[in-house]
């Protein structure tokens, strides 16, 4: 059984579009993220949810927009997508958001944008 | 704000050879420092965590790592090194108290056979 998934895997579009990536945990934790990888592989935090709560926002453009339809779920959705927005995409989750505990990191999503 | 350095973007080792990969951070309080690995075209799989106590810390697939508070360093390492440990290493951390967690840049491991 896969722990944390996410689809698609793969997502070519092309500028100005909105697109949206999907994550889904069977690990029965409360608190899941969103991290962006560029190009250079540097991962940075983009949002975090507890509980469908959102307890991280970091800097990102507004046309981010996360959903978290129920704590095992949380959803990215991008408008108008830019060509800056090509990355890889992984959805994470740990059991709380305390510090201690490890997160659990799905295969990815790489968005391509032409 | 909490920070992590890794500073070798890759390291080579040979086979059998053991193997380390730096890492030192910053935060203001205590910390919570993570090694994960990257396979190509896969997710971020944990290795192991120091959160308190021993200092040497054992984890997955024959890792260690020494935290070292003064040098404020978290170096992995393994005894012998495999081929298919050849993967990028990240090290993480988190202030005590704090959800987020910093990442360093990575390091590129190359084990050779």
């Known amino acids: 059984d896969t722990a944390v998934s996410q689809t698609p895997k793969y997502l070519v579009t092309q500028m100005g579009n909105d697109k949206s990536i999907k994550c889904e945990q069977n690990?029965?934790?409360?608190?899941m993220y969103w991290y962006k990888q560029d190009s250079k592989k540097f991962l940075k935090i983009m949002f975090s949810?507890?509980?469908?709560?959102?307890?991280i926002n970091e800097t990102v453009p507004n046309r981010f927009s996360p959903k978290s339809p129920d704590k095992a779920h949380l959803n990215l959705h991008i408008n108008s997508l830019e060509l800056g927005d090509s990355a890889v995409y992984f959805c994470?989750?740990?059991?709380?958001?305390?510090?201690?505990?490890?997160?659990?990191f799905g295969p990815g999503t790489r968005l391509t944008v032409t | 704000a909490q920070s992590v350095a890794q500073p070798e973007d890759q390291v080579n080792v040979a086979e059998g050879n053991p193997l380390t990969v730096k890492c030192t951070y910053s935060?203001?309080?205590?910390?919570?420092l993570f090694w994960y690995v990257q396979y190509p075209n896969r997710g971020l799989q944990f290795l192991l965590k120091?959160?308190?106590?021993?200092?040497l810390v054992k984890g997955s697939y024959g890792f260690e790592a020494e935290f070292n508070k003064s040098q404020t360093s978290f170096h992995l390492k393994k005894p012998s090194a495999l081929v298919s440990d050849s993967a990028l290493y990240f090290c993480?951390?988190?202030?005590?108290?704090?959800?987020?967690?910093?990442f360093g840049a990575g390091t590129i491991l190359r084990v050779k056979s």
């Open positions: 120091y959160i308190t106590g021993d200092n």
């Open positions: 949810y507890n509980n469908k709560e959102l307890i």
């Open positions: 994470a989750s740990s059991q709380v958001p305390d510090s201690s505990y490890e997160q659990y």
């Open positions: 993480a951390v988190r202030d005590w108290g704090g959800n987020k967690l910093v």
């Open positions: 690990l029965g934790h409360d608190t």
């Open positions: 935060v203001s309080g205590n910390p919570y």
